[in-house]
């Protein structure tokens, strides 16, 4: 069976077809498809479940087998996938409950209308004995702002911390933040049940909305992440777009291989591999590949 690997902003995800699948993806199966250093390696799969016309319904798994109930660049890269193989310039994905309609701009640009943010009132937080002020926000998935700027090593420890923390029952995404001006914000973000990513979109617009609605800065906002840039409008009903460069990604067995200019990494866009019998995906002749193990 053969999959696509595609990239928003060095957020890397598989995209596969369950239709295709030789064998249903479970949680084990994915964390073994995730690991970098013994399958595919990604920080996720998108999984289409369907598709009808212009519109695709997906599942979004974290690389620990978990799944999300939303993902701003696992939307995008079903949108792109979906847009380039039909010749379509507008999309619907559905996400659980949620439909993310996507516009493909010029070829160049993603804009996805996200639905509507609620942004919480700002909260005390303590972590590892130290208290710092948390801003609860859903954007059909949990998150927690923090307006903090921690050095790499302390980002390392409160990440896992916080994601785990008992105000949490279900976990959750958390972001670090800092304003950079009336439209800007940097963000480093560590995903629920992925840890550290480059980028994601949903946690572009929890900082966004959160910066909106606390009044650290006006509507639109450009998040400046590890991976590149992200701009979020939030609307006076907090409802946000999120416009962000073309996701990158190949599909297989056509060789071609192409890089992020926006990325820190050089990532792998199209790929086979060939992983133990278990996790049900190999290469369509059943040879062995090298897998992306870059990070």
Not at 16 to 33: D, M, S, W, Y
Request: hydrophobic share 35%; aromatic share 6%; with cysteine.
């Amino acid at each position: 069976m053969q999959f696509s690997k595609w990239h928003g902003l060095g957020n890397d995800y598989l995209l596969v077809e369950r239709a295709e699948l030789a064998l249903p993806l479970t949680p084990e199966r994915v964390q073994k498809i995730c690991d970098y250093h013994f399958g595919v390696g990604s920080d996720g799969i998108v999984e289409v479940m369907s598709t009808n016309g212009a519109s695709a319904e997906v599942v979004i798994w974290n690389p620990d087998g978990s799944t999300a109930e939303l993902s701003g660049n696992g939307t995008r890269i079903a949108a792109r996938w979906l847009a380039r193989r039909d010749g379509l310039d507008r999309v619907r994905i559905s996400v659980g409950p949620r439909d993310v309609v996507a516009t493909i701009r010029d070829g160049k640009q993603v804009e996805t209308e996200m639905g509507k943010v609620d942004v919480g009132e700002s909260e005390p937080l303590r972590v590892e004995g130290k208290q710092y002020e948390m801003v609860p926000v859903a954007v059909g998935n949990p998150h927690a702002v923090i307006r903090h700027a921690p050095d790499h090593d302390e980002f390392l420890r409160l990440g896992p911390a916080v994601e785990n923390h008992e105000r949490f029952p279900q976990r959750t995404n958390v972001q670090f933040a800092r304003v950079d001006g009336p439209h800007d914000m940097t963000a480093a973000v560590w995903e629920r049940g992925a840890g550290e990513t480059l980028s994601s979109g949903t946690s572009a617009v929890a900082v966004a909305s959160a910066a909106v609605h606390h009044g650290w800065c006006e509507s639109p906002v450009t998040v400046h992440l590890q991976g590149g840039d992200l701009l979020v409008e939030v609307d006076a009903d907090f409802n946000a777009r999120v416009t962000g460069p073309d996701v990158y990604g190949g599909y297989p067995g056509s060789g071609a291989r192409q890089t992020s200019p926006g990325s820190r990494q050089a990532r792998a866009m199209c790929a086979t591999a060939s992983l133990p019998p278990s996790t049900g995906i190999t290469s369509p002749s059943g040879s062995s590949s090298t897998p992306n193990r870059s990070r």
